[in-house]
């Protein structure tokens, strides 16, 4: 209709009325008459289905699908002409049908009609036909549905009708009809089949022949059509490919609405009604519709105030976080918690108040389409719904590259066509039953007279007969899983094949992309090409090169890495990696978040959760008379309580695993720290107990009591660094000349006695001498490892040789890193390197193995620690 309204308007034809038979129709019938659109009936099927008692159908009336399966069964019954309450008697199912369709019509207003309605209304108003209409040409069609013909053989006993058929086939009964047809001789196109490897591939193809055609001068866009049968498994490709080629390539049959903005904000909201809340979907939302509703209330930046790590995927755990926020935590430091605990409250109502929800948060288009979405299917499957919803893709049809369903193609030929998918099965389909009506119950060929199987195989004759230039027949050879296609039975009158490879050099690139990969000797001079090519070479080689972490001396970034205060974690990581080193405190490259919540809590989560309760039980204790005095039975009710408070702040802030594996893992967490706090020490006379304490100017973690200023800085001696960090747990005697420093290992021990292991161990010795510089020097200091687990105490025998040995190992990796080295460590590449994801793949079993050796002699003395007991 676009195309021949264009034309109408290029040969100034003032008054031609272009319109479809239904809409003729509805103008012959007059007054208030209206057809019944897929939205009202859609609407009204939905309103009526509840109330309305279906017999047979009863038990699946209010399932997901049962809105689109009845409106496609009554829109076959009506196109069919067939009287459903009149044949009501014939079988329990159709009287469910009949029921559901007097609900309907009741429901609808009251000048919409069907179709068989709207053709008598017209019939009983032929007399105004010639008045009315004038002339009427009927064009671009091969058949009309049962429910037009007797509108349509009355209409020419009234008024001229031509059916200008062209090179298309007619049906036979309109021989019968006073209806004069015109016929025109058939096209003679070039014709040429083709087989690709994939349909993706079918794809690309398709754009590089038609950018070809306009390139060349040979075609403009709007003599171009690219046709299949269904393009459900196509549009994907296209639309991708649509972006890279940079062309204007239409989609008649509208793009789906979860590709624009709009869509998605209609899809985050979905997501969080029918899966619940959690940060990561409120994050996504408050992104896409952060100026509509009360969003748009919220500041600028206000997601900076959730914590990185809670998953926050219930109501009680927003409302505890916004209960501890002050208003200087919000970015204009003011409070807008009641803003937000509004949208957390009105969002857990969940999908059965959909409509109301969609109308407090979203505005204009994406509000227009969640309305669409609930006519079009229940809330409780929105999601589902809005992923097959189709919109116009605001492109011109008459001026653009179209891709269309071949139905369109055959009522609007163009010049240079190209049909993809011409594989057996997809071209023509296969006839399937009505979801509602069974063939036993009206046969099929009744109920849908134009199934689609003759409809494609018409559309593919129609195409061929009209198209004028050049007509391209490609099918995949494979399916996207490698399985082999066959060819459709419509080929087999079209041999001479051309079998195009896919990694073939194209004629005519369709992209940028497209054209440097055809064009090797260009893309090799292209600066990106010689350097990924060098990088992939240097990787291969044994030696050490720029891509393998040199750089040069002196760096002003790897010197401000190492002038801040460190962690023993941080040392750790500079021994033993001193790229992480580098990605992680000078690039800031983090582990990828998954977007899952974890089955079970990682041994560093584990590690985390004990300690916390420790740390709070051991408050608890201190507060009490102290963990000196107390038995059994109040240390075990102190962890019991600390373990409680913990699960609750763990659950507000951080993902925890399912119910049962829960309940384990504070269990197992309540026995470590029953056994920490137990465990057999030698009695220090007097003694007090502190936990998680600061040094070095490490943020105090909670109110309790500190042995010293944690602000002073700790410095290790002849080695550059400063260190800050918390001692899990220190116990001084009563008279402040002995001290027991301790670090909590929720892990399995050890299977021989170690010191520095490596450089995996330094906490003992680094905190015994912050302990040390802290105290003073004439307090006797003991450090040791305590597995719980196992209930082994290893003890640090010597921490001031230990430091030494430390500090030499440390001014080696300093020396190092300011020289450049910035290369791998044994820890690089293995299985617990969360920034394994940024070196080659599979580095751990190739690359780091290929160059460890040429890094530990470059590396030189820091490379020793590796081997230190």
Not at 368 to 393: C, F, H, M, N, Y
Not at 487 to 507: K, Q
Not at 722 to 733: C, E, Q
Not at 786 to 796: A, E, G, S, T
């Amino acid at each position: 209709m676009r195309e021949l309204r264009l034309e109408a308007a290029r040969n100034r034809q003032h008054g031609q009325q272009i319109m479809s038979f239904e809409q003729l129709a509805v103008r012959l019938a007059g007054g208030f008459a209206r057809a019944i659109d897929d939205e009202s009936l859609r609407g009204a099927i939905q309103a009526v289905l509840p109330a309305t008692a279906l017999g047979e159908l009863e038990s699946i009336k209010l399932l997901p699908g049962m809105v689109a399966a009845s409106a496609d069964t009554l829109r076959k019954a009506w196109r069919a002409g067939i009287d459903l309450a009149a044949r009501a008697g014939e079988h329990p199912r159709l009287d469910s049908i009949a029921r559901l369709e007097d609900a309907v019509l009741a429901q609808l207003p009251a000048g919409m009609m069907r179709p068989n309605d709207l053709a008598a209304s017209a019939r009983s108003r032929l007399g105004h036909a010639k008045a009315v209409l004038g002339a009427v040409e009927i064009v671009g069609i091969t058949e009309l549905s049962p429910c037009w013909r007797p509108l349509l053989k009355a209409l020419s006993d009234h008024t001229p009708v031509t059916w200008s058929a062209g090179p298309r086939p007619y049906p036979a009964w309109l021989e019968t009809t006073g209806v004069s047809i015109s016929r025109a001789p058939p096209q003679a196109p070039e014709v040429r089949a083709v087989s690709a490897a994939t349909a993706y591939h079918e794809a690309i193809e398709a754009i590089r022949w038609a950018r070809a055609l306009v390139a060349s001068g040979e075609a403009e866009p709007a003599d171009i059509a690219i046709a299949a049968a269904s393009t459900a498994d196509y549009d994907d490709h296209f639309l991708s490919l649509r972006a890279d080629a940079s062309v204007d390539l239409h989609f008649v049959h509208g793009v789906k609405v979860t590709t624009t903005r709009d869509g998605q904000a209609a899809a985050a909201l979905a997501d969080i009604l029918i899966r619940g809340l959690s940060q990561t979907r409120m994050r996504r939302l408050a992104a896409l519709c952060s100026e509509s509703g009360p969003f748009q209330s919220l500041p600028t930046g206000w997601t900076r105030i959730l914590p990185a790590d809670a998953p926050l995927t219930s109501v009680s755990a927003w409302s505890q976080l916004l209960k501890r926020l002050a208003p200087a935590d919000w970015p204009e430091k003011q409070d807008h918690s009641m803003i937000l605990q509004g949208i957390v409250d009105l969002l857990a109502m969940g999908h059965s108040t959909a409509d109301e929800i969609g109308s407090a948060l979203l505005s204009g288009r994406a509000l227009s389409i969640w309305r669409k979405a609930l006519l079009a299917g229940p809330s409780g499957s929105i999601d589902a719904t809005l992923e097959v919803l189709k919109q116009d893709d605001g492109l011109e049809a008459c001026v653009s590259i179209a891709w269309m369903p071949a139905s369109a193609l055959a009522a609007s030929p163009r010049r240079f066509v190209r049909l993809v998918g011409l594989n057996s099965s997809r071209w023509p389909r296969g006839i399937s039953e009505d979801r509602l009506i069974s063939d036993h119950i009206i046969p099929t060929n009744v109920l849908d007279p134009l199934p689609v199987g003759a409809a494609d195989r018409r559309d593919f004759e129609t195409i061929l007969a009209t198209t004028e230039n050049q007509i391209v027949l490609s099918r995949a050879r494979r399916d996207s899983e490698g399985r082999l296609l066959g060819r459709s039975s419509l080929l087999s009158a079209h041999t001479g094949e051309t079998y195009i490879r896919r990694n073939a050099v194209p004629v005519h690139a369709f992209s940028e992309t497209d054209r440097l990969m055809a064009r090797p000797q260009e893309f090799a001079e292209a600066p990106q090409a010689n350097s990924a090519a060098m990088c992939w070479r240097n990787w291969r080689r044994k030696e050490i090169t720029p891509h393998d972490g040199l750089v040069r001396a002196d760096h002003p970034l790897l010197l401000a890495i190492l002038s801040r205060t460190q962690s023993a974690s941080s040392l750790k990581l500079l021994l033993r990696s001193p790229l992480g080193f580098v990605w992680r405190y000078g690039m800031h490259l983090k582990t990828p978040e998954s977007g899952s919540d974890p089955l079970v809590i990682d041994a560093l989560g584990m590690g985390e959760l004990v300690h916390m309760t420790l740390d709070l039980a051991l408050q608890t204790l201190e507060s009490a008379g102290g963990l000196a005095k107390a038995d059994e039975d109040e240390i075990a009710a102190a962890v019991r309580d600390a373990a409680e408070h913990v699960a609750g702040v763990w659950e507000g802030e951080r993902a925890v695993p399912p119910a049962l594996i829960w309940r384990r893992t504070l269990d197992d967490a309540r026995l470590l720290a029953s056994r920490a706090l137990t465990f057999g020490d030698e009695d220090l006379p007097g003694s007090r107990s502190y936990s998680e304490v600061a040094f070095g100017g490490a943020k105090l973690k909670s109110a309790a009591d500190s042995p010293w200023n944690p602000t002073i800085l700790v410095e290790i001696p002849h080695a550059g660094f400063r260190i800050a960090g918390y001692i899990d747990r220190l116990d001084l005697s009563g008279d402040g000349k002995r001290a027991r420093v301790r670090d909590y290992k929720t892990g399995r021990p050890p299977k021989k006695p170690i010191n520095l292991d490596g450089g995996r161990e330094l906490q003992r010795c680094l905190y015994a001498f912050a302990v040390k510089a802290l105290l003073g020097a004439e307090v006797s200091i003991s450090a040791s490892l305590l597995y719980p687990r196992d209930l082994l105490d290893l003890q640090l025998d010597n921490p001031e040789a230990t430091l030494v040995e430390i500090s030499g190992y440390l001014r080696a990796a300093r020396a190092n890193l300011v020289a450049g080295n910035a290369l791998i460590g044994p820890d690089t590449g293995g299985a617990y390197d969360d920034l394994a994801f940024a070196l080659p793949a599979n580095a751990g079993a190739t690359y780091c193995k290929r160059k460890l050796t040429a890094a530990s002699e470059l590396l030189g003395d820091a490379a020793q620690v590796w081997e230190a007991p």
